[in-house]
């Protein structure tokens, strides 16, 4: 049951769209209305199973009988039918983690550092995400459901936070690429030798057009308004792996949508598709002229995309080609 929701398990086993979409068209939606902030029966049920390690036995009683549809959103995995919810109980006892237990329990702490203790416990960002949407973590007095498409950004963010934190500390990367991608979402990431900052260019390659958003050294400000909860779940990825590599760099990150990508699965295929990308073997260069070279040629061989534009419009690339640093002096 746990691979009708498993977007890391889809990625490792390489599912194909219609494979995913086959398994969301097979789970029943059912929903009903509650105040963000009450725990009625209801809410504390989607609780337990949201904490829950293993799928857990519910029986339940619909308002209607579904009607099928299948619903594709920007940043959570598609649904398919979807009906009221009359009533619901569990019939065995969840199973959940002490790590899980803890956090939920501690209602002294705070949502950021829940998540941060459960990820390195292991938990996956798709549950973290779930924990946070049905309002199990932070302090008593914030506790709330929330959006998922919101919980999803939150949780990527506040991980990929804590990692700059981290990699900050480490000696500067050498100049190198990673290539890869996963159905029609191919990720060319640059690693530029200097201090931290990062940016993400997704190119929709049968029109051309195209987002894009960055950081420097001292974080993000502002929301990434043109590429979303991308931005944050592909910075995610590439941190893992700087993390990994015990480096920092300046990352230049290039998304390349092809029309293999048919339809929207939502955040997680980002995610997964920078992670197989920086799995790939890494090329390292003698600097950044060759990188950037390599970067072009690529893109032209196999997109045939002239990726001059994007280059010029960079601006983590410009920072690192024309600002002097103090040993230059």
Avoid: C
């Amino acid at each position: 049951v746990w691979k009708f929701d498993a977007p890391r398990y889809w990625a490792a086993e390489n599912y194909s769209i219609p494979q995913v979409i086959s398994r969301r068209a097979a789970l029943i939606n059912s929903r009903f209305k509650m105040d963000i902030k009450k725990v009625d029966k209801m809410v504390a049920i989607a609780q337990e199973v949201a904490l829950a390690s293993k799928p857990v036995d519910i029986e339940f009683t619909l308002e209607q009988k579904p009607h099928f549809r299948l619903e594709s959103h920007g940043d959570a995995a598609p649904t398919g039918p979807s009906a009221p919810l009359k009533q619901a109980r569990i019939t065995a006892n969840p199973k959940i983690s002490q790590a899980a237990e803890k956090v939920v329990s501690d209602t002294a702490l705070k949502a950021s550092e829940g998540l941060q203790y459960l990820y390195e416990k292991g938990f996956e960002e798709n549950m973290l995400s779930k924990m946070l949407s049905v309002g199990t973590l932070g302090l008593k007095k914030n506790r709330k459901l929330v959006p998922t498409r919101w919980s999803i950004t939150a949780t990527d963010d506040t991980l990929g936070k804590q990692l700059i934190e981290e990699i900050k500390d480490f000696p500067i990367a050498d100049s190198t690429a990673f290539f890869g991608g996963y159905l029609g979402n191919n990720y060319l990431i640059l690693l530029l030798p200097d201090v931290f900052s990062y940016e993400l260019f997704e190119i929709y390659l049968p029109t051309g057009a195209y987002g894009i958003d960055h950081e420097f050294y001292d974080g993000k400000k502002a929301y990434a308004s043109q590429t979303a909860g991308g931005y944050y779940a592909a910075r995610l990825a590439i941190l893992e792996r700087l993390r990994a590599m015990k480096k920092q760099a300046s990352i230049l990150a290039i998304r390349l949508i092809t029309d293999d990508y048919h339809t929207g699965l939502g955040v997680w295929i980002v995610r997964e598709a920078s992670r197989k990308s920086v799995s790939s073997q890494p090329l390292a260069f003698a600097d950044k002229s060759l990188l950037i070279e390599y970067a072009r040629k690529l893109t032209k061989k196999k997109f045939g995309y002239d990726l001059d534009p994007i280059l010029r419009s960079s601006k983590v690339l410009h920072q690192v080609q024309e600002q002097k640093r103090l040993y230059q002096f």
